[in-house]
């Protein structure tokens, strides 16, 4: 393992070439490259060098059971490492690459098993970032990448993110500014009928299932309601995005206004509203003036933007959960979202981070 590295600072839009030559250099001779995707922040290796793989793990204090992505730049790269592509994920490909879209297709030999925790399919993606097509381009290798966290905890958006979360543990850091979506990819097992959400993400079911002109299976796993001792994504399993402040999910249906707000005021009054509380801003104001009529106010507030628009609680999310950490409260209670569109994918991280949920 390098410990100290180069950060290199990159337009994410007009990539200096000379600092992406660097960071491709790196992955060639097996080191790691943290770079931007329009997701998250990517922990990269050479997807077919087996001990530069082993090396994400160490960073990330991974479990070796919990499969990696491999970021691929054109369509030649996905025959070297695809052994079949279904009509299904040809579809979806077409549709969505580069984009954030994660497809899960039977691997071909020269993919480790270090990438795959052995299993014979592999998840595949082409990102929709110069920074990161460039890089996987001038490597001219597949990357596989997880994000560029210690396992378990909230996603970096930004280049100083996952300086502060490694630690410069990695070779270079290309720092491309605040990432797009902020939340990791949408992943789709194409290997099974019907297809299977894994995990949702920013492109939404709807739309993939409208792609497919087929529905997609859509379990209580990929909503992240169930943990599943032999789960369809091994990483299922795991507790993940959690920040350390102890985080009180109320996982009641948005539209029941009355119950989401009665729970939220129980929880803060066993907290003496002495917690965070975050949410939807309509939900919030509601909490709060219900707190404000009887001379109480949370400790502190952070508004993820109006209920009816997902997208923009997505992008702030892990800002938030790291926000939360840095203000060093006691707890935070954090309201909920409609499940539709990228809102599927926001509950889901939610319900992983949250260390408890209440439901009415
Ligand atoms: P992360 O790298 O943290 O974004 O997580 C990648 C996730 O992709 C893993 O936790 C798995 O759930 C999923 N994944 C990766 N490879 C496979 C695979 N071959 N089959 C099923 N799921 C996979
Ligand atoms: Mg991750």
Not at 52 to 57: C, L, M, Q, S, T
Not at 298 to 319: M, T
Request: hydrophobic content about 40%.
């Amino acid at each position: 393992m390098s410990w100290g590295c180069r950060i290199l600072k990159v337009d994410p839009e007009r990539p200096d070439e000379a600092s992406l030559r660097v960071a491709a250099e790196a992955i060639r001779r097996g080191g790691l490259v943290a770079f931007p995707t329009e997701t998250v922040y990517g922990l990269g290796a050479d997807a077919l060098n087996p001990r530069a793989v082993k090396k994400i793990f160490e960073v990330k204090g991974r479990p070796p059971d919990n499969p990696l992505i491999v970021h691929i730049s054109d369509w030649e790269m996905l025959g070297r490492i695809a052994d079949e592509v279904p009509k299904a994920a040809l579809k979806l490909a077409r549709k969505f690459w580069p984009g954030p879209l994660t497809l899960v297709l039977k691997r071909k030999k020269v993919i480790p098993d270090e990438v795959t925790a052995g299993l014979p399919t592999v998840a595949v993606r082409m990102p929709a970032h110069e920074v990161a097509l460039k890089l996987i381009r001038l490597s001219d290798t597949p990357i596989a990448a997880p994000s560029a966290n210690p396992s378990g905890r909230p996603s970096p958006t930004t280049g100083s993110h996952v300086l502060r979360d490694l630690d410069c543990k990695v070779d270079v850091i290309l720092d491309g500014g605040e990432t797009y979506f902020g939340l990791e990819s949408t992943i789709i097992d194409v290997t099974r009928n019907p297809p299977v959400l894994l995990r949702p993400g920013p492109i939404a079911v709807e739309d993939v299932e409208k792609a497919l002109g087929e529905r997609v299976m859509v379990t209580d796993e990929s909503r992240g309601l169930s943990h599943a001792e032999r789960p369809l994504a091994p990483g299922m399993k795991y507790r993940h995005y959690a920040p350390d402040t102890p985080v009180v999910l109320v996982d009641v249906n948005p539209s029941d206004i009355v119950t989401v707000v009665e729970s939220a005021v129980r929880e803060l009054n066993k907290l003496d509203w002495k917690a965070g509380l975050v949410g939807s801003t309509n939900l919030i104001w509601l909490v709060v003036g219900y707190g404000l009529r009887k001379g109480r106010m949370p400790l502190k507030i952070y508004d993820l933007g109006r209920g009816e628009k997902p997208h923009v609680a997505a992008r702030r999310l892990y800002h938030v959960l790291r926000k939360i950490d840095e203000h060093s409260l006691p707890a935070a209670v954090v309201l909920p979202f409609p499940e539709e569109g990228i809102g599927l994918a926001v509950m889901n991280r939610l319900r992983k981070a949250a260390s408890r949920r209440v439901s009415g």
